[in-house]
């Protein structure tokens, strides 16, 4: 398969393979201080033991802690050099070319492996450089297809301008620029200003599951301090919530911070460029045409300032961990949020669509929240929005629909309701009309089926399939 | 073979409430649970039966459409040009009865398209037809 395609993307059809790419010639090696910046953590940590220890015998405090420490500082120092050992290992054997329509990636040392990734399938790049390889002036190239984690590739690790090249090497290839492109300009959209982020994520935390969790012990513990509770149990109870909860909020409250520090959102023809992060750092392109679904969403407490947040999904994003990856603007104000939504859909105007909301009876299924169910779609783009307190758009164009489901359970029967679900990869974004009238639903159900294979037909018409070479 | 699983899981309830009845000599509270358990396994294999005959599936010009459930009704349009792969599963249960799930799923992790209870030729027969029907009708992501 892969070599019936190369004579396809060969370099003969380029303008001429003259200029090497700023990546060099075939067979690279992953930069040589790898193997430190893999065990850079717990190198980190081990040079943290030394120096307090040298400061506590420094400071004379007494032998025996400098002794209670020593046993994990073996530990540390064991764990760190494995690490690196491993990080040689694979410095040693990874190798990575890119050839005429795909990347390659030889790595293993026993079990020898070969991962090959056609350019044309390309997700998304991102260069991420986290704490420890960043003091090495490291970073990470890492290369998402379409697919679970397993499938996306890792380069770990390469200096930062040979990692800049080879992404907008590849990018440029996957958009049929051939070989040796420089990096496409770009034209800053957004950035976000830090006390707006901070104020955000802590007004994003302040949400009324948290109330109702604190609001218990919280109670308990005043009426214990102003003297009139009589339940020590209760109240030791409730200080250990208190303290947990607080502890999980600080320790989110930092990740998000750090994560979407200085968010900036940037276009350029190849993508929308998002930049973001304070200790790691990571530098994602989104191609467009790659944007399953997009959502833009405001949070109870954010509503007074006006804010709402923009995400998406984009296949080989998985969720869990990676879940800042799907943030495409952290937060801005609405109207921004929308004109980006807009601008990501192709130049909708979110503003004027049209919503149709669900018939009255559907007050008796969903009683306060179904006067804010709404969907709308027209030529290119189905929406949906719903919520009561915090409000969410939601958009899929026509040609990512996956498959179309149409759900109904017995109390909805009764009232011959169903809702209407369009699934799309994995994400934070979940299309769906809920409470349509049975009937409706099955129409707009038919009515998606075949809007998704017409806008299909004709995307398969635009983009014939294998990458395109530019004369 | 839902209904198997079912008789497998309620007689023994059933015998456990009888044998309460007779221990007791017929006190109330074993009566009222003897009269639960025969009840709620009459609907039950009411609910079985009409749950069974629910599935169904019909393979259209450019999508599979299945339909199934008799209390929360599910209707999945599956284009074929959508399905990454196509599996046929069969589990401990289904083997002892001979018979094959056919599975497909998209790019989505929430696509829910079975197709349940099929013989082992009609569902390679169905496996084989959606995965050239996926080939010629394949669309990118």
């Known amino acids: 398969m892969t070599a019936a395609d190369r004579p396809v993307a060969g370099d003969g059809a380029t303008p001429g393979p003259g200029g090497p790419p700023t990546a060099g010639p075939p067979g690279h090696r992953l930069h040589r201080l790898t193997p430190l910046a893999l065990g850079g953590n717990v190198l980190g940590l081990v040079a943290a033991f030394l120096v307090f220890g040298t400061l506590d015998r420094g400071t004379g405090s007494s032998g025996q802690m400098s002794g209670g420490v020593a046993p994990g500082l073996i530990v540390a120092g064991v764990v760190a050099l494995l690490l690196v050992g491993r990080g040689f290992i694979a410095w040693w054997t990874t190798e990575y070319r890119v050839e005429a329509g795909e990347l390659r990636v030889d790595s293993g040392l026993l079990q020898r492996r070969a991962k090959r990734v056609r350019l044309d399938r390309l997700q998304s790049v991102d260069v991420l450089k986290p704490l420890a390889a960043r003091v090495f002036g490291l970073a990470e190239l890492r290369i998402a297809t379409a697919g679970t984690e397993r499938s996306s590739v890792r380069l770990r690790y390469l200096s930062l301008p040979v990692a800049e090249a080879l992404r907008a090497e590849l990018l440029g290839r996957s958009a049929g620029l051939g070989p040796g492109v420089a990096e496409a300009p770009e034209r800053p959209l957004v950035v976000v200003p830090h006390g707006t982020l901070v104020a955000s994520v802590l007004l994003q935390l302040l949400s009324w599951r948290l109330v109702f969790v604190l609001v218990g012990p919280v109670i308990i513990v005043v009426s214990a301090t102003s003297g009139t509770g009589h339940h020590p149990a209760a109240t030791g109870v409730a200080v250990a919530v208190l303290v947990s909860v607080l502890i999980v909020l600080a320790r989110t409250i930092w990740r998000r911070t750090t994560t979407l520090w200085s968010f900036t959102v940037a276009e350029s023809p190849d993508g929308l460029r998002i930049r973001h992060g304070l200790l790691s750092t990571s530098h994602q392109t989104v191609p467009l045409g790659r944007v399953q679904a997009i959502r833009a969403h405001q949070p109870t407490f954010w509503r007074p300032f006006g804010w709402a947040m923009v995400q998406i999904n984009v296949a080989g994003y998985a969720g869990g961990r990676e879940a800042h990856n799907t943030m495409l603007l952290p937060v801005a104000p609405r109207e921004f949020a929308d004109w980006l939504t807009g601008r990501v859909l192709g130049g909708v105007d979110l503003g004027a669509v049209s919503w149709s909301a669900p018939p009255h009876r559907a007050a008796l299924r969903a009683p306060l929240w179904w006067r804010h169910q709404g969907v709308g779609s027209d030529e290119h783009v189905f929406y949906a929005r719903h919520g009561v307190l915090s409000r969410t758009v939601e958009a899929v164009p026509h040609e990512r629909t996956q498959s179309v489901r149409l759900k109904a359970g017995p109390w909805e029967r009764a009232l011959g309701l169903a809702s209407l679900h369009l699934d799309s990869t994995r994400g934070p974004v979940r299309v769906a009309a809920r409470f349509r009238d049975a009937a409706e639903a099955r129409a707009m159900l038919d009515a998606q089926a075949e809007r998704a294979r017409r806008a299909r037909r004709r995307a398969a018409d635009a983009r014939p399939p294998g990458p395109v070479v530019s004369p | ?141």
């Open chain 2, 1 to 141: 073979m839902r209904r198997a699983i079912l008789a497998v899981v309620l007689l023994p309830a059933a015998g456990g409430a009888a044998a309460g009845v007779a221990l007791t000599g017929g006190a109330p509270g074993w009566s009222v649970l003897l009269g639960a358990v025969v009840i709620g396994s009459a609907w039950a294999w009411y609910l079985v039966g009409r749950n069974w005959r629910s599935w169904a599936y019909t393979e259209r010009q450019d999508d599979l459409l299945v339909v199934h459930g008799a209390m929360f009704r599910k209707l999945v349009v599956v284009p074929y040009g959508r399905m990454q792969l196509v599996d046929v599963e069969a589990g401990p249960v289904e083997r002892l009865f001979d018979l094959v799930t056919v599975k497909l799923h998209t790019a989505a992790a929430t696509t829910d398209a079975r197709v349940c209870g099929l013989g082992p030729s009609d569902a390679t027969a169905l496996r084989d037809r959606l995965t050239a029907l996926g080939e010629a009708h394949a669309a990118g992501l």
